[in-house]
C-alpha cells in the first residue's frame, strides 16, 4: 500500500485487535491515509444450547455476536415476545434475522440499557415479575444482570458462545509491533486481557498461549470501544487516548481521524 503522509494519518499505523474485521472501521481511516491492520487476540466459538422450558416476557441481546449465536440455534420464526437490544448495531443484527427491536436504549452500554428498560417497563414490574432470557457470552458483563435483578426482574443467562484467546499471531505481528504503533485498538476487555498476558509473559521469557508480545505495546496510545473496555486499558496501559461517546466501530474511527 502507498502511504501518503500528506493525508491526516498518512503513513500511520493502528492495529485493529478484534475478532472481526470491520469496514465500517477500516475504510475511513485507510482514506486518510492510515494502515489498518488486523491482528485478533480473542476468537469466538459456539456453544450448544437448549432454551428454557419457561418462555421469557422478554428476550435482550447485550452483543451483535450473541444475536449471530443465538439464531445459529433457534429460528427466529419461533420468537414470540418483544426483543430489547443494546445498541444500534445490535439492532441492525437482530433485523438481519427478520425480527424488529422492542427496545434500544439512548446510551450503548449493557448497564445503562438495563437501566433504562427498567424504567420504561415500570408499570409492568409494579405489576409481576418480569422473566427476561439473556443470550450472552461466557464473559458478559455481569452488571447487566445485576442491575436487572436488583428491580426484581429475573434474568436467565444462556451462553450461546464463548471466547477464547488466539493460539497463535498473524506471520507479521511481531515485525509489526517493533514499529511506532499510531493507535492500539481494542473492543473487549477480553482482548486487553490476552494482550497483558502475553506482554508479561515475554517480561518472564515464558510464552503463554504459544505467542508472547513485546512490553513496548503499554506505552502505545490505546483507543477503546468503549467505557467498560476502557476501564479495563487504564489498569495496564498508560496512554488511553480514545473513547467515542457512541460505542460502535464507526464512531470509532471517526474519533481517531479527529484526535490526528
Partial sequence: MLLEPSLPLGGKHIVWTGPVQTRSFDDPLQKAGAVVHHIPLIQFEAVAFSLPSRKPNWLFFTSQTAVHYFFSQVDPASITCPVGVVGRKTQEALQTYHLEAAFVPDDFTAENAARQWCQSNSQALAGSE???????GNLANPAFKKILEQNQVAVRPLCVYKTLPVSKLPPNAIELFQKEIHYLVFTSP?????????IEAGKK???QNSFTLPESLQSFPVACIGPTTAEAARQYFTRVNIVPQVHTAEELATAILKES
Avoid: R, T, Y
Avoid at 130 to 136: D, E, F, M
Avoid at 192 to 198: L, N, P, R
Fill in 205 to 207: 521469557g515464558s510464552p
Fill in 190 to 198: 477480553s482482548a486487553i486481557e490476552v494482550c497483558k498476558q502475553a
Fill in 130 to 136: 418480569l422473566h427476561v432470557l439473556w443470550p450472552c
